[in-house]
């Protein structure tokens, strides 16, 4: 006998993700769980064999093999309009499957613990199944030990401590602890890990009757969720499943919204491209409210707005907005490497917390933000008077300092420069501040912000436009194409019409080899070699970025309806992207496969919002 190995982490995009509004877990198609932060998505790690198999720990529950057998076939899929993950098994023998979930703590009124449920069950035939649990605690720094105790067994470290409660039979070698079973038609074992002591095991363990409570309770939360979307157009089934992924990046105690549940997934195969994403961007979480208010969720955007008023409320007079933020709303760690770690598929250095954070500035987030709050004010909730006094000094920080270089929305690496995009967000936040002030009759400095508004409009036409490109380019200092800028006319800069826009649009759209962007319609956020970004190596094309394609070209067609039918034929191509269960990381290979940090709000947040305006554009019949 044996059983699948660990020896190589599974591709980014063979997986699913389960969580409770917390943290995430990545389950491998093979049954594998090899990620998995606790309590908090900027934990330290306690499965991290995504980026070390050897090392990271890893969580494995996958049918016992016959001998000469290489592998199960296997299949994954969400239980419909949930984030409930069911990972099948067939052999000749029978069919098995593994249900992964966890507990939404409170929506079943009396479940009070948090845990990760792993629901083990034979449909057909019979099977035999191995389990194999090894974590490794803080990133695989801490030592541990494991012992058999009174229903299940225990680890133990330094600083946490977790039971596996089950009523299946265990092993342990005092790190790991393992078990074989065979399980019948209609036969099952369920395994819980949670946080607890070692006295404790028992009392958690989960009979068939208890794990049935937990699933029903679990799918009934995600569909009761589910039910305020509002979207009713093509494409429902992948924008609700983007809207589900996008919960599952929220932060329930508090509202705040992560990034992304991972840490250095490379975005270049083996390279160095590693970043740590399991903090809350005010770009990425602005863009997010906007997402979800465009689909009828404005709970989910009101707490953030209210987690994100507490932040700048503790801003001192002249202190500008930091472009992340711990969930807890504390600094970020420093960015750190672990070099014991080697890296998915070799791609090193492993990278914890963010250097961005403590050193970059970025301008364009104060765009970004005041985009997300004249929104939730028009489509939300009115904002307080307290809340606008401290958003009235921001932007008059930013009257004062918008002229500056930065490091934008791309986070370089090899230097500030005046670039574009982050001039236009600027426009952007004075634009909408004076909207929301004369909306609301707010008390605000109106010259003024006219004023450096309409300056700064000038400016970007006058620098920022290369007639020898026929685009607006990346800089002021440079003459490259940055897809970033098609999002003018989307945040109201320029008419999606306008001669300039157009002719950028088409500038973009051509291959690299020609001076473009794009790669049979997918897009390259910019070329690596013309950008000074201050790392090596090359990149995918973003999923970003084509959707901002999609959405600017669907705009554009108002006057060039060919680009319509382009639009609809670029984003159908990119669902064909998506990974089997309609997921996606931050950038597409050039073999097609997955890059960068996984799911990433990014990319699903602007599906949303392509997905929305492609559908109103072609109306209601095709």
């Known amino acids: 006998m044996n059983s699948e190995k660990t020896a190589r982490s599974p591709a980014i995009e063979d997986h699913g993700v389960i969580g409770d509004l917390r943290t995430v877990a990545l389950v491998a198609t093979n049954g594998m769980i090899d990620w998995l932060c606790f309590p908090n998505f900027d934990?330290?790690?306690?499965?991290?064999?995504?980026?070390?198999?050897?090392?990271?720990?890893?969580?494995?529950?996958?049918?016992?093999?016959?001998?000469?057998?290489?592998?199960?076939?296997?299949?994954?899929?969400?239980?419909?309009?949930?984030?409930?993950?069911?990972?099948?098994?067939?052999?000749?023998?029978?069919?098995?499957?593994?249900?992964d979930f966890m507990p939404v703590v409170g929506t079943d009124g009396h479940e009070p613990v948090r845990k990760l449920v792993r629901y083990i069950r034979v449909v057909r035939g019979k099977m035999r199944f191995t389990m194999d649990c090894l974590p490794a605690f803080n990133y695989a720094r801490d030592k541990h030990t494991a012992k058999l105790v009174s229903g299940g067994a225990s680890f133990v470290s330094d600083t946490l401590s977790l039971m596996l409660s089950t009523q299946a039979p265990l092993e342990t070698d005092g790190q790991r602890v393992t078990s074989r079973f065979m399980l019948?038609?209609?036969?099952?074992?369920?395994?819980?890990?949670?946080?607890?002591?070692p006295e404790m095991c028992a009392e958690?363990?989960?009979?068939?009757?208890?794990?049935?409570?937990?699933?029903?309770?679990?799918?009934?939360?995600?569909?009761?969720?589910?039910?305020?979307?509002?979207?009713?157009?093509?494409?429902?089934?992948?924008?609700?499943?983007?809207?589900?992924?996008?919960?599952?990046?929220?932060?329930?105690?508090?509202?705040?919204?992560?990034a992304s549940p991972t840490c250095s997934l490379p975005e270049t195969p083996g390279g160095s491209r590693n970043w740590d994403y399991r903090f809350v961007w005010i770009r990425d979480a602005a863009f997010t409210v906007y997402g979800l208010l465009r689909i009828g969720f404005s709970e989910e955007a009101g707490a953030f707005m209210r987690w994100l008023e507490q932040r700048i409320s503790k801003l001192g007079p002249n202190e500008p907005l930091p472009l992340m933020?711990?969930?807890?709303?504390?600094?970020?760690?420093?960015?750190?490497?672990?070099?014991?770690?080697?890296?998915?598929?070799?791609?090193?250095?492993?990278?914890?917390?963010?250097?961005?954070?403590?050193?970059?500035?970025?301008?364009?987030?104060?765009?970004?933000?005041?985009?997300?709050?004249?929104?939730y004010n028009k489509h939300g909730a009115p904002i307080s008077y307290d809340f606008w006094s401290h958003l009235r000094r921001l932007m008059n920080w930013l009257c004062d300092n918008w002229r500056q270089k930065d490091e934008s929305i791309w986070e370089v690496r090899g230097g500030r420069q005046n670039f574009v995009y982050s001039k236009m967000m600027c426009w952007v936040a004075l634009d909408r501040a004076i909207r929301l002030a004369d909306k609301r009759s707010f008390p605000a400095d109106r010259a003024r912000w006219h004023h450096e508004r309409d300056a700064i409009f000038e400016e970007i036409m006058d620098k920022g436009w290369s007639h020898e490109r026929g685009a607006f380019t990346q800089s002021y200092e440079s003459k490259a194409l940055d897809a970033a800028n098609l999002i003018m006319p989307l945040v109201f800069f320029l008419s999606p019409v306008d001669p300039r826009m157009l002719s950028m649009l088409d500038a973009i759209r051509k291959p690299p080899t020609e001076g473009g962007l794009a790669s049979d319609g997918l897009v390259f956020r910019y070329d690596p070699e013309t950008t000074q970004d201050g790392m090596m190596g090359e990149e995918g094309t973003f999923n970003l970025c084509t959707f901002w394609l999609v959405e600017a070209m669907t705009r554009a067609s108002v006057s060039r309806p060919d680009l319509l039918d382009e639009a609809r034929l670029v984003f159908e191509r990119m669902l064909g992207y998506a990974n089997h269960l309609g997921l996606y990381a931050e950038q597409i290979g050039f073999e097609g496969e997955s890059l960068g940090n996984f799911?990433?709000?990014?990319?699903?947040?602007?599906?949303?919002?392509?997905?929305?305006?492609?559908?109103?554009s072609l109306g209601e019949e095709d």
């Open 43 to 99: 934990s330290p790690s306690i499965f991290a064999a995504l980026l070390d198999p050897e090392k990271g720990g890893h969580f494995c529950v996958c049918p016992e093999l016959q001998d000469g057998q290489k592998s199960a076939v296997h299949k994954q899929f969400y239980w419909p309009d949930t984030n409930v993950l069911v990972t099948r098994f067939y052999s000749s023998d029978g069919v098995g499957e593994l249900i």
């Open 184 to 197: 019948e038609e209609g036969q099952s074992v369920v395994l819980s890990l949670s946080e607890g002591a």
């Open 204 to 258: 958690r363990v989960l009979g068939q009757e208890d794990s049935d409570h937990l699933f029903r309770a679990t799918v009934d939360y995600w569909r009761h969720w589910l039910s305020r979307c509002t979207y009713k157009g093509r494409w429902r089934e992948v924008v609700q499943r983007s809207a589900l992924a996008l919960k599952l990046m929220t932060f329930a105690p508090s509202g705040a919204i992560v």
């Open 325 to 375: 933020f711990a969930l807890d709303g504390g600094l970020v760690p420093k960015e750190e490497e672990l070099q014991h770690l080697s890296g998915y598929q070799g791609a090193s250095p492993v990278r914890i917390g963010n250097g961005a954070a403590h050193s970059h500035l970025q301008l364009d987030i104060y765009g970004e933000l005041m985009d997300a709050v004249y929104l």
């Open 599 to 616: 799911p990433q709000a990014f990319t699903h947040l602007s599906l949303i919002s392509a997905a929305y305006n492609l559908n109103r």
